[in-house]
């Protein structure tokens, strides 16, 4: 044997035994684990822990398509977790058999462009999904931005070795997001060549029961509530012909109208676009973040940032998909008390603009709602309102190519 592949193939000996021993040791959870599954799988948005667990997701994406849902994929941050009490959130709004459009959502703090890459890269496989909605936010892009604090906490080895397996991705994209995982923190080994490949994916199936096993064992400390499935007829699961119906478009205005109102009320006696509730509890907080912003610099924007971005675009033009850009705003009433104030935020937006344009990549633009008085439920979420702004975009997008950002009524 050439001593060039001993090494290699020795490790991925290694990791076949590993993988055997793995699926011994735990063949006793493995009752837990499709008893979990069963359960967890009626959830529409994972939990944290489960966020983390590749075989989860990926098991969770597979479901969906073969009940014959062509599932699509938005990839964010915390803005999709479903608040309690928020109407019309894009979660529920594209759960397949409520509109006809039926979309993953993945997304949590701390989660930023180069891991949607890893992300994208783990699941698109056999030409699917078609098409996926990325949503950046401002706050990757500030003087907090912090990931090598951030990273550790959010990194899969199952995701990360599925992304490295990944035949459509070019060796020298997937070189770029390992050297800058291990500039955020995280200890990733140098990609290797096919045989290199091959070894990884036997990782990632180990690294999967690993992960399966801890997410089985661990104490759930999710502090949002599962948002359950619609339920079905006679509670039988939906046939693949209810799956493949065409797309039913909501009545917009009419739900626009409800949205309003419930916002209304949240934003009673408030005169910075957040909800009552939120100034109470919250508004101090982000007024030590903005103080905290100021002490570290004058409000420039990351440029290693846009770089991720940038790579992100590059790997879904790899994947072969379909990439939509939702841009999001922040919060100008409060923002404008900081040092990213109107200037530097139009600058932020029209720098994403930019980067879409050069990679032939579509935006959904919801940037001019900076100032709308019920869009926000605190500095950067959207209140009931925003989420319908939200739901719309990523359903007109998905469903027919073209985002629709159009105005619903007076704010």
């Not at 062509?70 to 990839?75: F, G, I, Q, Y």
């Not at 994209?173 to 290199?196: H, I, N």
């Not at 005169?271 to 919250?282: K, L, P």
């Not at 989420?387 to 105005?407: E, F, H, I, K, N």
């Amino acid at each position: 044997m050439r001593a060039g592949l001993r090494g290699p193939v020795r490790r991925a000996g290694a990791v076949a035994l590993a993988a055997a021993l793995a699926a011994c040791s735990f063949a006793g959870a493995g009752v837990v684990a499709r008893r979990s599954d069963a359960h967890a799988a009626r959830q529409l948005y994972p939990t944290r822990e489960q966020l983390l667990d590749y075989s989860y997701i990926r098991s969770f994406y597979d479901e969906r398509r073969a009940a014959g849902y062509d599932t699509h994929l938005v990839l964010g941050s915390s803005e999709l977790y479903p608040a309690p009490g928020l109407l019309y959130h894009p979660t529920t709004m594209l759960a397949g058999s409520q509109t006809g459009v039926d979309a993953l959502m993945l997304g949590r703090p701390g989660c930023s462009d180069v891991w949607q890459a890893v992300e994208l890269g783990a699941l698109a496989r056999d030409g699917a999904p078609k098409r996926v909605v990325l949503i950046p936010s401002m706050l990757w892009y500030t003087a907090g931005r912090d990931p090598q604090a951030d990273y550790p906490g959010i990194f899969s080895r199952g995701t990360y070795d599925a992304f490295i397996a990944q035949d459509r991705i070019s060796d020298e994209s997937k070189q770029w997001v390992a050297r800058r995982l291990r500039a955020y923190g995280v200890m990733v080994d140098e990609p290797r060549g096919a045989l290199g490949r091959a070894a990884s994916m036997v990782d990632g199936g180990v690294a999967a029961e690993l992960e399966t096993i801890r997410r089985i064992l661990s104490p759930a400390h999710d502090a949002a509530a599962p948002v359950m499935r619609p339920p079905r007829a006679n509670g039988a699961r939906g046939s693949a012909a209810q799956a493949s119906a065409p797309p039913h478009e909501p009545r917009w205005e009419d739900l626009y109208r409800r949205a309003h109102a419930a916002s209304e009320l949240s934003h009673e006696g408030s005169d910075n676009g957040c909800y009552r509730s939120w100034n109470e509890r919250g508004l101090e907080r982000f007024t030590r973040r903005a103080r905290e912003w100021e002490e570290r610099g004058s409000g420039e924007l990351s440029t290693q940032e846009l770089e991720d971005f940038e790579q992100t675009l590059s790997i879904c033009r790899q994947l072969g998909l379909e990439a939509c850009v939702l841009i999001q705003p922040v919060n100008g009433f409060l923002y404008d008390q900081t040092v990213y104030g109107r200037e530097v935020r139009s600058r932020y937006y029209q720098m994403l603009r930019d980067a879409c344009t050069r990679a032939n990549v579509a935006y959904a633009d919801l940037s001019s709602h900076e100032y709308d008085p019920l869009f926000f439920r605190d500095d950067n979420h959207p209140s009931s309102v925003g989420a319908l702004y939200y739901a719309r975009a990523m359903w007109t997008y998905l469903a027919g190519g073209a985002p629709d950002v159009s105005s619903l009524g007076a704010p």
